[in-house]
């Protein structure tokens, strides 16, 4: 069983940075990808980012945040980042940590432990 906890959320001004944070617990935390949702009012899920594990330990974005979030990981510190450079309204979400028992990555929602989610407000 993996429990994940996020933080970093906040309300912050477009073209500002923000840094979530995914504390997680469970021993398999070093062989499961990780990855970030968002969910945005009235919209549905969707994917962000995600890193993999083991020789899976490359990342993927969506095209709406490639260049301007990075995403990354601690093994030492079961810990996942997310790095949001430029932020905009449009990034205005609830944004998910989850995790995969796979160690590869992927934009699906198919993960199998999901964080409560932190809110991040972009205001223009």
């Known amino acids: 069983q993996v429990q994940l906890v996020e933080s970093g959320g906040g309300v912050v001004q477009a073209g500002d940075t923000l840094r979530l944070s995914c504390a997680a617990s469970?021993?398999?935390?070093?062989?499961?990808?990780m990855a970030w949702f968002r969910q945005a009012p009235g919209k549905e899920r969707e994917f962000v980012a995600a890193i993999g594990a083991s020789e899976y330990g490359y990342s993927i974005y969506s095209d709406s945040v490639k260049g301007r979030f990075t995403i990354s990981r601690d093994n030492a510190k079961n810990t996942e980042s997310l790095q949001m450079n430029s932020l905009n309204a449009e990034d205005t979400a609830v944004y998910s940590c989850a995790a995969r028992r796979s160690p590869i990555p992927t934009s699906i929602t198919d993960s199998d432990y999901w964080g409560q989610g932190t809110q991040v407000t972009v205001s223009s």
């Open positions: 469970g021993r398999t935390f070093r062989t499961n990808a």
